[in-house]
């Protein structure tokens, strides 16, 4: 048996987070230069220096996680919007109704 998206959602199988970007070169080519600066960086840190970069790193990664999710949001009402205009405003779609 097919599943259908909402089944895949339902079951967890659908990570919308983990599957943007993977083929976007440029931005694998700047998570590699961040992480290389970083490790850079955090070698030149005492220990009290370097916890405090961690915290900041999770910091940041929370706030992205966070920002990452009301883009999704925002582009999924954005979409259902637009869905729900184009069904409803058929009647735009006759040739008399064009101006």
């Known amino acids: 048996m097919n599943k259908n998206i909402l089944q895949h959602l339902f079951d ?7 599957n943007i970007g993977v083929d976007n070169e440029k ?3 700047i998570r590699d230069m961040l992480a290389e600066e970083k490790e850079i960086l955090s070698k030149t840190l005492n220990d009290d220096s370097r916890n405090n970069f961690s915290n900041i790193n999770e910091l940041h990664r929370e706030v ?3 920002h990452g999710y009301e883009c999704f949001v925002h582009g999924f009402k954005l979409g259902v919007m637009l869905l729900h205009e184009a069904l409803h405003n058929t009647d735009m779609l006759t040739r008399n109704s064009v101006s």
């Open 27 to 29: 931005l694998k080519s």
């Open 64 to 66: 992205i996680s966070v």
């Open 12 to 18: 967890g199988e659908i990570q919308p987070l983990e």
